[in-house]
């Protein structure tokens, strides 16, 4: 059989034409908070996911303005109070990610939001905050700020990962009061995550612990590459010395897909039982869950397992396929249809459209493939049923501990 010829398929653009006030307003109405710096992030750390976005349309909006702020504050006060939901600080789908603290107004804006409306805040920041201020705010407003601090480490990697972020004694400051909810940092080689662990939680036994290791996406440089590889290496042995050091924090370990989707095998196979396929029917999905499927219910339908080409490096996620590397997978093989788990087709970008802003419509007729979509695997299952089991105790028992993940390791992929 000839090899069918995988089409070009056009993103959509949404923000063609249109000015960066519609970038803000976009923003806000997926509950950001759209300020701007108005160039690219000034930190420069070598981990970086946003150091190729190409993938997807932006409009960098300019440096915030007073005026800007007003207008912000103004739309977001329009909107309906959410007890429930926290305003995140920094649009990040149709303008780039930075750190909004090196914008010399977000102190005195984070405290107007605090005092002007009557919504929650979080944010995120590798720790540009001003010290004695930041906990001010959060003993003045309990409960409504989450302030996750990216500590990334904290050791001997520091230096190479962030020259230019805060300095270590900077960092330990913030730590040091009720701002921070919960602190990141990731295992980057033997003794890095395990004694940053102990570092803060000597410091703060509130805050959590968000552990894990780092996945290498396109475009990072091949030392940080190799860097975030051994940490995955050292993961294991080093949350075992965390787990066995019974530290008082809450502890999470988030991890690559492959044992989030081990850690998650009842939940993903319960579901999979319950959308009731025929054995030859194809669905696509992400390499992880093709193997767990695989493992557990073999032959029960055509898992299609798809590489995220796009992002590149080592992702393997579901919710961030995009058409272009379903195409590439189906197109070559002479699939007439598949199906496509709703999550897909559910990015912030608008309806019916891949993270990278092509549509369902675009997919089906430019590649003659019909689509019938699992409404159940949706984003909302992916990303909060599956964080679930996220605690580190459970990645100790559950996965480093447990003989059954040896052997899902050690399986191939033959789907
Ligand atoms: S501070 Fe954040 S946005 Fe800026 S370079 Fe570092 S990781 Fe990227």
């Known amino acids: 059989m000839r090899m069918r010829e995988v089409p070009v398929l056009e993103p959509t653009r949404v923000l063609q034409g249109k000015d960066y006030r519609e970038v803000l307003r976009r923003e806000m109405d997926a509950g950001k908070i759209p300020l701007s710096l108005g160039k690219r992030c000034p930190v420069k750390c070598e981990f970086c996911y946003e150091l190729d976005h190409s993938y997807r349309e932006t409009l960098d909006p300019p440096k915030t303005t007073q005026e800007d702020w007003e207008f912000i504050l103004k739309y977001i006060n329009s909107k309906p109070t959410d007890p429930l939901q926290f305003w995140c600080l920094g649009g990040n789908e149709y303008m780039e990610w930075t750190d909004l603290f090196l914008h010399p107004k977000a102190m005195e804006w984070v405290e107007d939001f605090l005092k002007y409306t009557d919504k929650n805040i979080q944010f995120f920041t590798v720790g540009f905050v001003h010290v004695p201020k930041i906990h ?95 940490g995955r290496e050292a993961l294991p042995a080093e949350a075992e010395r965390i787990y066995d050091a019974g530290l008082p924090n809450l502890m999470t370990i988030h991890t690559e897909a492959y044992v989030t989707a081990f850690l998650n095998r009842k939940r993903i196979v319960s579901l999979f039982d319950s959308l009731e396929l025929d054995k030859k029917d194809p669905v696509v999905m992400a390499k992880s869950v093709a193997k767990i499927l695989t493992m557990f219910r073999k032959r029960r339908a055509r898992f299609i397992p798809v590489p995220n080409a796009m992002l590149g490096g080592d992702s393997d996620c579901t919710v961030l396929l995009t058409f272009d590397d379903i195409a590439k997978c189906v197109v070559p093989q002479g699939y007439k249809y598949i199906y496509l788990p709703k999550c897909v087709i559910e990015s912030g970008r608008g309806p019916e459209m891949d993270i990278a802003g092509v549509t369902l419509e675009e997919f089906t007729k430019k590649t003659g493939v019909r689509v019938r979509v699992l409404h159940k695997i949706d984003t909302k299952f992916a990303n909060t049923r599956l964080y679930r089991n996220g605690s580190l105790q459970n990645y100790v028992e559950d996965y480093v501990r447990n003989p059954l993940a040896r052997s899902y390791e050690a399986m191939p992929l033959s789907a």
């Not at 309990?142 to 050791?155: A, C, D, H, K, Y």
């Not at 570092?199 to 780092?214: A, D, K, P």
Request: charged share 15%; net charge positive; proline share 6%.
């Open 136 to 230: 001010r705010l959060a003993a003045q407003y309990p409960g409504r700020i989450n302030f996750e601090l990216s500590v990334i480490t904290l050791g001997r990697y520091r230096q190479q990962l962030m020259p230019h972020g805060p300095s270590v004694k900077h960092v330990l400051k913030v730590l040091d009061g009720p701002a921070v909810s919960s602190a990141n940092f990731y295992a980057f080689d033997h003794q890095t995550m395990s004694e940053d662990a102990r570092t803060i939680s000597r410091i703060n036994q509130q805050c959590v612990l968000w552990m894990g290791c780092l996945t290498p996406v396109r475009g990072l440089p091949d030392s940080t590459v190799a860097l975030m590889r051994q």
